[in-house]
Each structure stands twice: as C-alpha cells, then as structure tokens.
C-alpha cells in the first residue's frame, strides 16, 4: 500500500502539474487495472509507461517526447528528482499486484478531478507559463 508520505508528495508535488487530460488518463488506466501502467520502468515499450511517462504523455511540454518522458516531466515540470521521488521508489517497490496502492492512488485521482469540476481549471501552457523540452 502506498504510504501517507508518497500519497502527500503525489498530491502537493504532482497533480499540480498534471494535466486533466494526463489525471483522466491515470484514472482509466488506474480502473481498469491496466497492463500499461507499469512498475519498475519508467517504458517498456512504445504503449507502456509508469505513472509520470503517462501524465507526461499528456502534458504540452512532453507530449512529444517518447523514451524519457516521465523523467523529463518529472524534473523539468514537477521539479522533481526521479531516483529520490516517494512516489516512484514505492511505486516501483509494490508492484503491478498491490491493488491497495493502485486503489488509494485511484481515490486520490478522483477527488482531483472532483475538485478540478467543481472549480475552472487554468492550464498553465495557456498563460504563457510552461516551456518546452
């Protein structure tokens, strides 16, 4: 199960730059326990890729971006370093089997988007704000 400390950098660190098209992707990919969202990897092939590879696949300064993706979201979007990441060290840890950690990760996803709907959401690439790899 992920642990309170990475499910706090995912929702400090992370969705504030996640995208709603990248946060609706985790989601699907989250409900429907899907073999695409791996662990252990940030891509295995030209469909896979962990958490950050798939919010970055949907964010305008990644999404053109292939192999590295997630990397590159994470340090140059989220300021993040991968190696040292909560998120990702467990993530990787627990594996595609831990349904409790993909089940609390899904509920942090839905109340995002809850709030997201409840309150207009202002893209960031729109003011000017984001650059580009």
Known sequence: MLS???LSEFEI???PHVTDAGLN???VLLETGSPLLIHGAFTKACAMGCLATHIAWHH???KNVRDEAGVLWLTRV???NPATS??????DRLGASDWHA???LLNVCRRELETRNEEPYEDAEAHGELQTC
């Open 4 to 6: 309170a400390k990475s």
């Open 13 to 15: 660190e992370w969705l």
């Open 25 to 27: 992707r985790l989601v």
């Open 60 to 62: 305008p300064a990644t």
């Open 78 to 80: 989220a300021g993040l």
């Open 86 to 91: 909560q998120v990702i060290l467990e993530w």
């Open 102 to 104: 993909r089940s609390r």
